[in-house]
């Protein structure tokens, strides 16, 4: 006769039918032998269908025409879920006795109905094979689901704000921004240190308006993920520009030397929205951002992102690796070109 503890045993719950890797990831965890000039450090997976919601810059929104297996630049094909679950185990064993392999999880949630559910049995049968860190970015407006996610094993949460000001949120996103900013908020004083937001730069909010949100944010550790807007074939912003390089480096630098609390937020010297000054000779930015880290994806630890916003050969807003000292140094002019020192 079965045991009653057996009999009674709940069955396993399937995880949710569209678990999707990216192409990337399906090449770092040897599920796929694509050859690709920088392999992610994070494992990138999708879970959910098409979104409910309406962002203008995602090629997975309500209304966009673009691919359905795109999120950003990177294709996402559909995958077996308990395959990419061993795949895990093994990539990130591998990386921790010093080979290649991934270092941690990200699950980026598509939102509509039933995608909670299946992102958390996702997570609870990743860590159930392995202690690979697992990080979610998903939209909550409960902080109870948040909790839900930490319980089933996540290690932070990322809530993204994405699109920074009132009137460009709603506008981009078809939300309130104060309201987004305040879940944040109130999550990271819940979780001091796990929860995190992704900021797109380039949707028409100034460098002061996106470098003084950084500062808030980091001064309530909270990890910032910072992308450059780049239009998708599709989507709403499909004809929109990416933003100017320069711009770019100098948040990254802002973002870079605020979450070190090399600089104080109040030093910073803003002209017509734009930053000016680092309140520091320009010798001293110089020295402190000499090893181009400032430049290379930020987020997570070990979220490098390659070819989110990059084409192979193109324009490296993110740098998925080190830079050389050439790279570094270029990069480092663009910051002190409209922002010389004091
Ligand atoms: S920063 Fe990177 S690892 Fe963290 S949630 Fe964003 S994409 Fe994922």
């Known amino acids: 006769m ?43 997976l999708m879970t959910g269908e098409r979104c409910d919601r309406n962002c203008g810059f995602c090629p997975q929104a ?24 061993e ?34 049995e996702a997570v609870r049968r990743i860590r159930s094979r392995s202690a690979v860190p697992i990080c979610v970015s998903v939209f909550l407006n409960d902080p109870d689901l948040v909790a839900a996610l930490f319980e089933a094993g996540a290690d932070r949460v990322t809530m993204p704000i994405d699109a920074v000001g009132e009137e460009i949120h709603r506008k981009i996103k078809g939300g309130g921004f104060a309201t987004a900013l305040k879940r944040v908020e109130e999550a990271a004083g819940r ?51 990416p933003p100017d390089l320069a711009s770019y480096r100098r948040v990254q630098a802002c973002n870079w030397l605020l979450g070190r609390h090399l600089i104080d937020l109040e030093a910073i010297r803003f002209a017509d929205g734009r930053v000016a000054g680092f309140g520091l000779p320009a010798a001293t930015i110089r020295e402190l951002l000499a090893s181009g880290e400032a430049f290379q994806t ?40 409209a922002a010389p020192g004091e």
């Open 191 to 241: 979780w001091p240190g796990r929860i995190g937001t992704h900021l797109i730069v380039g949707l028409g909010e100034t460098e002061e308006e996106m470098v003084r949100l950084i500062g808030r944010l980091t001064g309530l550790s909270v990890t910032i993920g910072l992308f450059a807007f780049t239009p998708v074939r599709g989507t709403a912003l499909a004809a929109a520009n």
């Open 87 to 120: 795949a895990i185990a093994s990539s990130y064993d591998q990386a921790g006795r010093g080979g290649e392999g991934v270092k941690r999880v990200c699950l980026q949630v598509v939102h509509d109905r039933s995608s909670l559910p299946g992102t958390l």
């Open 298 to 337: 930020a987020g997570c630890p070990d979220c490098n992102r390659p070819y989110y916003n990059e084409r192979p050969g193109g324009v490296m807003y993110n740098y998925p690796r080190p830079l050389t000292s050439e790279e570094a140094a270029a990069a480092i002019d663009l910051v002190l070109s």
């Open 2 to 44: 079965t045991p009653e503890s057996e009999a009674a045993a709940p069955a396993a719950q399937p995880i949710h039918p569209r678990l999707r890797v990216s192409a990337g990831t399906a090449a770092a965890i040897g599920l796929d032998r694509l050859k690709v000039e920088c392999l992610p450090t994070t494992a990138y």
């Open 62 to 85: 309500r209304e966009s025409g673009a691919r359905a297996d795109l999120l950003s630049r990177v294709t996402w094909p559909d995958a077996d879920p308990e395959r990419v679950v």
